[in-house]
């Protein structure tokens, strides 16, 4: 496996940016698996089990001939449950996922121990937690005035959290050094999260469907004046399937995420070729 150590420091192009991600997942998708899975997973299950009790009472109303109320009391306790655990799974996934490259980038040997990741893990979360949800209200204020300035804020915004992480920065440092970051390289950033979440999004269609089509069907019987029985097992087995697949496959925008950041790093920086020499020196 030495002879697959992807250099995380490096200038790319937009298509390199692409294929490294793709290289990065495929020489560590064992270890990033499984790591989904031991720190991401179980929220998501939470995540789905919420949205599958949601789902199943707007159901249930419908089969009743009754407009499914958005207002009542239980329906925005457990939306509120979802969104939280929705939060929550975000947080893991990218504490998980940028620490396990930030362990990477330094390691020789290229065996990254979950255990250490999880370590990294426990002191990021609380302060990822709180900046995903400040950038969510100053981008929501950016979208109040305007359209235009909320989408330039989301897509710089989407370094601040690797700064955070990588360079060990406050939430305001970060904001700071993420428009100098993304500088002259605003467009290119907004075209590879958009491509990156168009595939993420078509692949995880693949995860919503089955509660799509059990809900059609539901939709269609009531519609027709038939009787159709809402099984809640059904629908919480469903949602979790979406969960889950939804959740695993936020690997891929935040790994590009990552390999973005080392990018815009080098060309702004270039720290691989101060790196390089300094070691030359030190040789002669």
Same mark, same amino acid.
């Given at each position: ?27 560590? !998708?064992?270890? @990033?698996?499984?790591?989904? /899975? #031991?720190?991401? =997973?179980? +929220?998501? %299950?939470?995540?789905? $089990? ?92 950016? !979208?109040?005035? @305007?359209?235009?300035?909320? /989408? #330039?804020?989301? =897509?710089? +915004?989407? %370094?601040?959290?690797? $700064? ?95 390999? @973005? ?11 691989? %070729? ?11």
């Amino acid at each position: 496996m030495t002879e697959n150590k992807l250099p995380l420091e490096k200038n790319r192009d937009f298509g390199e940016l692409f294929n490294d991600t793709f290289l990065f997942i495929k020489y560590n !998708f064992k270890n @990033l698996l499984m790591g989904m /899975i #031991y720190f991401v =997973v179980p +929220f998501a %299950l939470l995540q789905g $089990i919420a949205l599958g009790i949601v789902q199943h009472q707007a159901l249930t109303s419908l089969s009743l001939g009754q407009v499914p109320s958005a207002f009542g009391a239980s329906t925005i306790n457990n939306l509120l449950i979802t969104y939280l655990f929705l939060f929550i799974t975000y947080t893991f996934t990218i504490a998980f996922i940028f620490q396990y490259m930030k362990l990477y980038k330094v390691s020789t040997d290229k065996v990254i121990e979950l255990k250490n990741v999880w370590k990294l893990m426990l002191g990021v979360t609380p302060k990822i937690f709180l900046s995903i949800i400040s950038m969510a209200i100053l981008s929501g204020i950016g !979208f109040i005035f @305007l359209i235009i300035p909320g /989408i #330039y804020l989301m =897509v710089c +915004f989407s %370094l601040v959290l690797p $700064i955070i992480i990588f360079q060990e920065d406050s939430l305001g440092g970060a904001i700071s050094s993420c428009f100098s970051l993304i500088k002259n390289n605003w467009w290119k950033t907004f075209g590879f999260l958009i491509i990156l979440g168009l595939i993420a999004s078509a692949l995880s269609f693949v995860f919503q469907l089955p509660a799509l089509i059990y809900q059609l069907i539901t939709t269609i019987h009531v519609a027709q004046n038939e009787t159709s029985q809402v099984t809640e097992s059904l629908s919480i087995l469903f949602s979790i399937i979406q969960a889950i697949g939804t959740s695993l496959l936020q690997l891929l925008p935040f790994t590009g995420i990552g390999i @973005l950041y080392f990018s815009l790093v080098e060309q702004k920086e270039n720290p691989a %070729l101060l790196k390089e020499l300094e070691s030359v020196g030190a040789n002669e």
